[in-house]
């Protein structure tokens, strides 16, 4: 990743009002870019977006539905973008149960909202879809998913997702890989860090539970994820975007962003961890019954090693060390972004110290 590639570079963000949107722009704007937002309001009180005052940083931050066609052509057509990552979403399992048309019409028809603003634009030469780990058709085996394998998803969001690749890939022969837009789509772990206080996420339910002073709540303790740092998949984007921009079509597939295979852990290992970590927290097993989940999911990134020359750089207990330190910063009044930027400056130097070693 060359930071001197992204000054002045005129670049398009959905979901900016996001966990992962808000730690994006916040990047994407430290590396001289003129960001420009496309979202809906914060979806949480507090968020990382407001704690950041990020509104500050961007050129523009226009607060619209990804569903509105017209409002989205018209805020690209006045961002005139060059780069776009495409993060906007209903992005939580366990809501698509309650609300599953929703989900569908957010994360398939957004998706298709997008891509066709993208036709009309010359200017856009590199687009990142962001989808997710769970786009794959799991079939709960101890082996890695890599890219080619089958779309599918047992929820409503997994498979969501999983369309929102289809569409994606449509779209790219369709119309844009001939019109010079080389369009990629990217899958991350579950992802942690400072400023996620979403619903049914394990690590925002953990500090939650702590700051109440309660044990915490896990409904499925030997489930495994590929947790990661927010800062690890960001850089992957931001990685593919770059070699989008300047090498193209050979870039324009689906990338996996996954933690090393051993930082793939079960939840229980997690609070535990957390557990020892913090004196007074504790956990608790939920007994009623669940909506389906699934237990084993661990991505397979040799791919984005191979040929994009990246890794992660911040172990698990790292990631955790980062968001504990990130809410701890909230929790007495410290200035967020700041404190982001540092993060994100700690972590740029482990990337320059990794390639130094190479």
């Known amino acids: 990743m060359k930071s001197e590639f992204w000054k002045g570079k005129r670049v398009f963000v959905t979901g900016h009002t996001g966990f992962k949107g808000g730690w994006l722009s916040l990047w994407l704007t430290e590396l ?14 507090p968020n990382f977006f407001t704690a950041c005052n990020l509104r500050m940083r961007l050129a523009s931050s226009t607060i619209a539905d990804i569903r509105d066609a017209s409002a989205l052509v018209n805020s690209m057509r006045a961002a005139k973008p060059e780069v776009v990552f495409h993060l906007a979403a209903q992005p939580l399992v366990r809501s698509s149960y309650l609300a599953p048309v929703e989900t569908f019409a957010v994360n398939v028809m957004g998706t298709v909202n997008l891509l066709e603003a993208i036709r009309d634009h010359s200017s856009i ?6 989808t997710t780990d769970k786009c794959y058709e799991n079939h709960e085996r101890p082996e890695a998913y890599r890219e080619g394998e089958a779309m599918g998803g047992h929820d409503p969001y997994s498979s969501s997702k999983g369309c929102s690749e289809l569409v994606t890939a449509a779209y790219r022969r ?26 049914d996420r394990l690590i925002p339910d953990f500090l939650r539970a702590l700051d109440a002073k309660e044990p915490i709540a896990i409904r499925a ?38 933690p090393r295979l051993d930082d793939s852990k079960s939840v229980q290992w997690i ?25 084993t999911l661990t991505l397979d990134s040799t791919k984005a090693r191979e040929q994009l020359g990246w890794q992660p750089r911040w172990t698990l ?42």
């Open 221 to 258: 303790p030997h489930a495994t994820r590929p947790w990661q740092h927010v800062l690890e998949p960001l850089s992957g984007y931001l990685s593919l975007a770059e070699h989008l921009f300047t090498e193209g079509s050979a870039f324009a597939e689906a990338w996996n962003f996954g």
């Open 317 to 358: 207990t790292d990631a955790l060390r980062h968001t504990l330190e990130w809410h701890a910063a909230w929790k007495n009044g410290k200035d967020l972004q700041s404190m982001s930027v540092q993060q994100i400056c700690d972590y740029s130097k482990a990337m320059q110290m990794m390639a130094s070693a190479r």
């Open 174 to 199: 369709s119309f844009l890989a001939p019109k010079g837009t080389h369009v990629a789509t990217a899958r991350a772990g579950n992802v942690i860090g400072g400023g996620d206080w979403a619903m």
């Open 32 to 45: 001289g870019a003129e960001v420009h937002g496309y979202a809906l309001h914060p979806p949480t009180e």
């Open 125 to 130: 030469q590199a687009v990142v879809n962001v």
């Open 271 to 295: 609070v535990e961890h957390l557990c020892a970590a913090i004196p007074g927290a504790t956990w608790r097993a939920e007994t009623t019954q669940q909506p389906h989940e699934a237990n």
